[in-house]
């Protein structure tokens, strides 16, 4: 982000701006943390680091520097430790303004750590001790937009009634959707629990008791007592007694199949995230608040009358969605007996104690976070009084009601009233007392016994109120009538008609299969106070199903339910099968149609024909069907080829016949053919096997000839045979397709006829899926063995292979295994090398082995990472022979570096007066100059150059001696000052790109102007100079932008907008995505 202080920039001067910007770091703890920025500005700003959590005043942790060579701002961590975890900011300020990057620090925590035991007398010494663990559970990374996985986990362990709440807390709103992928994901859970625990139930919540301790149980029965047990706080292991140690903080008791966990001295830390795995399963999540609250105001002690309800209440200081009430330290929930309730602004508490009795006096306590406030309920007995009052009852006319009601004494007496008369034991009203148990009954209820009914007893009353309603009802003889179905033929009309009685006004409705039916379109509905009747004109078979009559009023409703049938021509049955043929008999076999057309079945018709003729004669006597799913056809000629087919009756005459039968010969059975001879394979893939064989021989009376053939394979690890083919195999050679690569197979083929199946040939040993071997071999001759990178750059070495089976592939450096840094994708026919940011340690050799069970073969490759070299040291001239200067200096601080370094050395004299190559590749640091001649002066360079590049030169004193020349003058022509001074414009334009999902992309262009001008990088019109996502760097007016990986929020058009004092150029492209 850029901020700019000044409405205008005075000319030439520029807000700072970041060249490079700090990259993100993922790395191992104890190791160097190392954040680069390079920034521009005029004038220079300066530039300071800083992070979000903490400060950078220790000089131990955290070091700054500035590189001049590389015109870096450095900030390094050495040994960084988990704590250095955090956002860090990079600040470059001038007078006109001030540019600000961050960068993210991710530190991996590795193995345990050991920590020297804390004196037992120090409990703040052994906390810190058990403050960290560095095992952590496997967790779902989640981004922003996303639901916290935490959300889930605390989900799949709470009951239903607390879905709410959780929902709530972490802003779910689509309760169907959360309950369709809740029930998704315990059914994956049950099924990981399943390989640990035979059951596990009883889970109880965590819940802060009043003792200060925060516990949590539930019951498991495990499939292996030894099966160990974690517990887990924000993804971090602790460590955990059994209880008999009091230094423990965390501890685990285990009462039979309960497993009971506490965590004691609770403080804001304890707060988070808590789950039990067994072995790798998690079979427990539940999280604990500890919100920073106070209570505004605390409970007060109370006094209740037996049979009365009690309340505590409380304030707390901060709005709390859900506390902990307690009585006599045992958790309570809102229920039948206790009633719990929430302000709207979530601050007041309350609880309601129904129905007091003397075992409900107590301490009752509200616990919330750290805090925690109690009350004491004494329950009084002031004598008689209702330990249940009467109810409101509503009743219908015609049926019976009653009220009732408890004393809390059995020898008072008591009366009863409506509407302020006395009533007694008659006109169809009974008096009841059962001890303490009094009740008044009406028998047949009418209009006229609704009113307010009470009941007194010592001077305590107990009213309510008697409502008689009169909702529609349907008599059983009406009901039983009308629920029988209506059956009629297709094309006929249908009647229901149902008799009810009820209070009026009477709404009516007729449904038909659930959908409601009105009037219009062969539908016609009558009504009236006492009956209605539907009426459905010229039905179809798809008009069979339900119809139903919802009668309703003001009181209540009541349905009734018929079926309509249509009868319609029964479907076609399946085609029939041949059971058996013989010379004078064919015996056929079917199953009954799917569709009956809505009656029964009576029977069957079998007509049959010879092949290639179109006429079909009927086989049963037109007026006999047949009553059997079977029958022998005595009328064929022997030899002849014969089909069948079958069709069904019912009460609407016969149906649509079958597809017809297989063909069959009217002629006796065959004998089954022999064994196939000659089996083998022709050829295999890691999918495929492709197998031929011969004809099996006839033998006449003993084998007949085969017809068809049948594959069958069986995996070597199992038992059963399986089917390769749906349809017959008519040719001898076949392919079996959909193997499982390097799988094992034994394969078999069995010949068939008409007389069923032969003996089945297997081959001799079982067959692996796989191609025929090949001994790994690199395929790409054009592959290159060495090759030079400048450090920070990308290295991608990509090799191409042909091996069988799929070879083991491997990389070294130097002998060694490649470091974590470096990455490797292995492809079915090649492999990758890829190291995002080399350094100066990658150079080396490295060969990569492709290995299988037939033989393997290496490449190698010298992958070479240097820098742009620095120059030499002082250059020194002495001459040792007359006509020859000796030229030496200083080696360039690389050569130790480098042992591919080499020096270049360059000389020009007083005359020439152009710079002329003495020597290139030279390896040492001192070189002889000859041809030296008097009079003439003498200058020299000295270059260090390397496999990329060349370093500045280090220039030499002036050698040589003067001569005494005659004076001579010469008039020069008077010099005019140039202005070289441009506006921007762009002499290399962007180009337009279309990028691979998920690769990277780079844009570059150049622009000149002088002064420099200012460049800044849009995307839709929105400036990308700040965003880290982009790489941009600015060199000698060559404009570069790299994306890492190209997304579909990459899409768009870039812009480049380069700004001097002298005027402003743009340059645009698009950039697009294919997937």
């Known amino acids: 982000m850029i901020t700019q202080y000044v ?157 709410e709440h959780i929902c709530l807390k972490y802003g779910v709103t689509d309760f169907r959707w959360m309950l369709k992928t809740l029930n998704q994901m315990k059914m994956e859970r049950e099924a990981e629990q399943s390989k640990y625990v035979e059951k596990i139930h009883s889970m109880k919540q965590i819940e802060v008791k009043t003792d200060g301790r925060a516990k949590f149980e539930l019951d498991m029965k495990m499939k292996d007592p030894s099966s160990k047990i974690s517990l887990f706080k924000d993804g971090e292991m602790l460590d955990y007694g059994d209880g008999t140690d009091d230094s423990k903080k965390h501890n685990m008791q285990k009462f039979g199949e309960t497993y009971l966990f506490s965590i004691k001295d609770l403080g804001p830390e304890d707060a988070g995230l808590y789950q039990v795995d067994v072995e790798e399963a998690n079979m427990f999540s539940t999280a604990l608040s500890l919100p920073d609250v106070e209570f505004d105001s605390t409970l007060k002690d109370t006094t209740v009358v037996q049979g009365r309800d009690a309340m505590f209440k409380c304030a707390l200081s901060v709005p709390v969605p859900k506390i902990t009430w307690c009585t006599n330290d045992v958790s309570v929930e809102h229920g039948d007996k206790y009633d719990i309730t929430v302000s709207e602004n979530k601050q007041v508490h309350k609880l309601s104690v129904k129905n007091c009795k003397p075992e409900d006096k107590g301490v009752y306590s509200a616990i919330v976070g750290l805090k925690s406030s109690h009350g004491i309920l004494v329950v009084d007995d002031p004598g008689v009084h209702f330990l249940s009052g009467l109810s409101n009852t509503t009743a219908n006319v015609g049926e019976s009601a009653e009220l009732s009601c408890n004393l809390s004494i059995e020898d008072s007496a008591g009366m009863w009233y409506k509407d302020g008369k006395k009533l007694e034991s008659k006109d169809g009203i009974t008096l009841v007392k059962d001890g303490a148990h009094h009740k008044l009954i009406i028998r047949t209820c009418q209009d006229t016994d609704s009113g307010t009914y009470k009941f007194e007893a010592e001077g305590r009353k107990s009213e309510a109120t008697l409502t008689i309603e009169d909702p529609p009802r349907i008599d059983a003889e009406a009901l039983g009538k009308f629920s029988e179905p209506v059956i009629v033929k297709a094309g006929e009309n249908a009647s229901f008609k149902v008799q009810f009685s009820g209070k009026d006004p009477i709404k009516i409705q007729w449904f038909q299969e659930d959908e409601e039916l009105l009037e219009g379109h062969g539908v016609k509905i009558e009504k009236s106070s006492t009956h209605s009747r539907l009426r459905l004109a010229k039905c179809q078979r798809r008009d069979t199903g339900d119809i139903k ?84 056809v005595k009328d064929v000629i022997e030899g002849a080829e ?212 037939v033989g393997q073969d290496t490449f190698t490759i010298e992958i070479r990472v240097t820098d742009d070299p620095r120059p030499p040291g002082p250059v020194e001239l002495e001459q040792n022979v007359q006509g020859t200067v000796t030229v030496t200096w200083a080696p360039s601080p690389d050569e130790k570096q480098d042992d591919r370094l080499h020096y270049m050395v360059l000389k020009r004299d007083s005359i020439k007066q152009t710079w002329r190559t003495v020597v290139d590749r030279l390896f040492n640091n001192k070189f002889t100059v000859v041809n030296i001649l008097p009079g003439r002066e003498y200058n020299f360079r000295v270059f260090a150059k390397n496999d990329i590049s060349i370093s500045e030169p280090s220039v030499s004193p002036v050698w040589g001696t003067t001569k005494k020349r005659e004076k001579f003058t010469c008039d020069l022509p008077v010099s005019k000052t140039l202005d070289f001074q441009t506006a921007p414009k762009f002499i290399v334009p962007l180009k337009l790109h279309m990028a691979p999902l998920g690769y990277e992309c780079y844009m570059s262009c150049a622009v000149r102007g002088n002064p420099s001008p200012h460049v800044t990088w849009y995307r839709n019109h929105v400036s990308l100079n700040t965003n880290p996502n982009y790489y941009i760097t600015n060199v000698c007016g060559v404009c570069s932008m790299l994306i890492l990986r190209v997304g579909p929020q990459d899409i768009g058009e870039y812009m480049v907008v380069a700004d001097s004092p002298l005027g402003r150029a743009e340059c645009s492209t698009k950039l697009t995505v294919r997937e």
């Open 549 to 632: 009559i919802k009668i309703r009023n003001e009181f209540d409703s009541v349905e009734a339910t018929s079926k309509l049938i249509v009868l319609a021509f029964a479907g076609p049955p399946a085609p029939p099968k041949i059971v058996s043929a013989y010379k004078d008999c064919i015996n056929l076999t079917w199953l009954p149609p799917s569709n009956t057309g809505g009656g029964s079945i009576v029977g069957y018709n079998v007509e049959k024909r010879k092949k290639g003729s179109n006429f079909w004669s009927q086989v049963n006597p037109k007026d006999e069907p047949i009553r059997d799913k079977k029958f022998p």
């Open 642 to 853: 014969y089909e069948f087919r079958v069709s069904a009756m019912n009460t609407c005459g016969p149906g649509e016949p079958s597809v017809p039968s297989e063909c069959v010969f009217a002629r006796d059975p065959k004998k089954p053919p022999g064994k196939v001879k000659d089996l083998r394979l022709t050829a295999s893939s890691y999918t495929t096997l492709s197998l031929s064989w011969t004809k099996p021989t006839e033998v006449k009376g003993v084998e007949d000839e085969a017809k068809e053939y049948c594959l069958e394979i069986r995996p070597t690890d199992q038992l059963e045979w399986s089917r390769c083919h749906t349809n017959a195999v008519i040719q001898t050679s076949f392919t079996v397709m959909g193997l499982k690569s390097m799988a094992t197979y034994w394969v078999r083929v069995t010949a068939t006829n008409e007389g069923g199946e032969g003996l089945p040939q297997a081959l001799d040993n079982y067959i692996t899926a796989m191609p025929p071997p090949v001994i790994p071999k690199f395929t790409d001759s054009k592959m290159k063995n060495f090759m030079v990178v400048k450090a920070g750059n990308t290295v991608r070495v990509s090799v191409s292979f042909e091996a069988c089976p799929l070879p083991d592939i491997t990389w070294l450096k130097d002998g060694f295994p490649v470091a974590k840094h470096v990455t490797i994708t292995d492809l079915e026919k090649g492999s990758q090398l890829f190291i995002h940011t080399s350094e100066l340690s990658d150079t080396g050799i490295y060969a990569v082995t492709v290995k299988n069970v």
């Open 7 to 163: 409405e205008e920039l005075p000319p030439g001067k520029t807000t700072p701006d970041f060249t490079r910007k700090p990259i993100a770091l993922t790395i191992q703890e104890g190791k160097l943390a190392i954040f680069k920025a390079v920034v521009n500005g005029d004038p220079a700003p300066e530039v300071t680091w800083g992070r979000n959590k903490g400060e950078l005043s220790d000089s131990d942790k955290y070091k700054t520097r500035f590189d001049e060579r590389n015109q870096e701002y450095i900030l390094e961590m050495p040994n960084v430790s988990s704590e250095q975890a955090d956002t860090y900011k990079c600040l470059a300020i001038n007078p006109f303004g001030k540019a600000v990057c961050t960068a993210t620090l991710n530190v991996i925590e590795v193995g345990f750590k050991k920590r020297a035991p804390a004196p037992k007398n120090d409990p703040e010494e052994f906390r810190k001790m058990l403050k960290k663990t560095v095992v952590k559970r496997k967790q779902k990374q989640w981004k922003e937009g996303e639901i916290d996985p935490r959300f889930w986990e605390v989900l799949l362990s709470a009951n239903k009634i607390d879905y």
